[in-house]
């Protein structure tokens, strides 16, 4: 069994910052890429970032410049540095990484996801 397990998030006001971090447990073998997703209200789950597991980077354009994805590949962890944060980033966060639990393929896995709200 893997399990993702996320902390982080919150209520913090325009302008501000959090970071999220999300942990793999389990029966792992490798773990490929991971990423960043989030769904507001009423809204279809959007990517916000991911990060091979050689370290390169990709981000929604509604984030690049003021968020980093960051991972461990020792820990099996991934990290979310939000800054700049605005009102329309409220959302609950997801994570997610694509995990061999033996030689071969991976499969998706979810984090439980985490509310973060941005208001003044």
């Known amino acids: 069994q893997v399990q993702l397990a996320q902390s982080g998030g919150g209520l913090v006001q325009p302008g501000g910052s959090l970071r999220l971090s999300c942990a793999a447990s389990?029966?792992?073998?490798?773990?490929?890429?991971m990423a960043w997703y989030r769904q507001a209200p009423g809204k279809r789950r959007e990517l916000v970032a991911e990060?091979?597991?050689?370290?390169?980077?990709n981000y929604s354009d509604s984030v690049q410049g003021r968020f980093i994805i960051s991972r461990d590949n020792a820990k099996n962890t991934v990290s979310l540095q939000m800054n700049s944060l605005k009102p329309d980033d409220t959302a609950v966060y997801y994570c997610?990484?694509?995990?061999?639990?033996?030689?071969?393929?991976?499969?998706?896995?979810w984090g439980e996801g985490t509310l973060v709200t941005v208001s003044s």
């Open positions: 990060i091979t597991r050689q370290g390169f980077t």
């Open positions: 997610n990484a694509n995990i061999a639990t033996i030689v071969g393929g991976g499969l998706p896995y």
């Open positions: 389990g029966t792992i073998f490798r773990i490929y890429d």
